[in-house]
């Protein structure tokens, strides 16, 4: 079986699949794209923008919801047998329940969060009646090499010494490397389980002062001393998030800190005993080689 990638990078080369130059925002181009596939993985999508005003709001909807409901579209027009969509924990926003389950409520609290469950919800509805076979992953925070989310920027803030401690590190995050986040996709499409499926996809969680132990260790830099009190942070975290509209500098800034310093774990085990599945890769390896990359990026 010889796999076809849709991308945006029509000079991309690859040996080992067809490569197709097309954006998801077309839906003539996905339809050409799924032109005699079986099934797809559909993993675009607009993410890691942290300066938030009305054109990224928008750009989120566009490509994420609008997006999706072109691949879903294409995929029914073409008859597909299954479809595997790669979604997001922050389809649940704030949550003060430990470790949600498929089965809580998803109420999103950010752009990025309201649109991949605007892009869930598409899928689900046009795909109601019809044979072609749906699994939504939820996938927990990604890291590893070419990482551009929050476990790159704390890299990056390490390294350059920009970091300072909120609280004691004891919290916990769930996180899940980018190698097991592909081998998941590939367990579903592989998988003969029938009909509409929506799954939690994680690792075990760790705490952050030992994400930061990890990446202070591999940067070769001694652990940051400067420590604020979460009683002085909490309060005004709380209260910009309070006043302030949900995507203005301010509140984005109060929702990263309140997000930094409280529990965000979620239950993967569905998923795990579904699909027999177990993450490969330990956090200090895929930490080593993501701060690896990002050496090699930065001082070239």
């Not at 925070?141 to 551009?148: A, C, N, S």
């Not at 996180?175 to 590939?186: E, G, M, P, Q, S």
């Not at 975290?237 to 800034?253: D, Y």
Request: net charge positive; charged share 20%.
């Amino acid at each position: 079986m010889r796999a076809r990638i849709l991308t945006r990078h029509p000079g991309l080369e690859r040996k080992d699949c067809e490569v197709v130059a097309g954006d998801i925002r077309n839906l003539d181009a996905v339809r050409a794209a799924m032109a005699g596939v079986t099934a797809v993985i559909h993993a675009a999508g607009l993410a890691h923008l942290f300066r938030l005003g009305p054109a990224e709001v928008s750009a989120f909807h566009e490509v994420n919801a609008s997006g999706t409901r072109n691949v879903i579209l294409a995929a029914r027009e073409a008859h597909l047998l299954k479809v595997i969509q790669v979604s997001s924990v922050s389809v649940y926003g704030h949550h003060t329940k430990s470790g949600p389950t498929e089965a809580d409520p998803c109420i999103p609290d950010s752009a990025y969060g309201c649109s991949k469950l605007a892009a869930e919800l598409s899928a689900i509805e046009l795909l109601t009646d019809s044979p072609v076979d749906l699994t939504i992953l939820r996938l927990s925070t990604l890291y590893g090499e070419g990482d551009r989310g929050n476990v790159a920027r704390l890299i990056r803030a390490l390294d350059r010494d920009r970091f300072v401690w909120i609280g004691n590190g004891t919290n916990s995050k769930s996180l899940i490397h980018r190698r097991d986040a592909a081998r998941a996709c590939l367990l579903s499409l592989q998988s003969q389980l029938p009909g509409r499926h929506t799954f939690n996809v994680t690792a075990e969680p760790c705490q952050i002062h030992e994400l930061v132990a990890h990446i202070c260790r591999c940067l070769g830099k001694p652990l940051p001393r400067w420590r604020i009190p979460l009683s002085f942070v909490a309060p005004v975290a709380q209260a910009i998030s309070a006043v302030g509209k949900s995507e203005n500098r301010l509140s984005v800034l109060a929702n990263q800190v309140r997000k930094f310093v409280t529990d965000d774990t979620y239950d993967g085990t569905r998923f795990s005993t579904s699909m027999s599945f177990s993450p490969e890769i330990e956090l200090a390896s895929g930490i080593q080689s993501q701060v690896r990359s990002y050496l090699a990026a930065s001082r070239s």
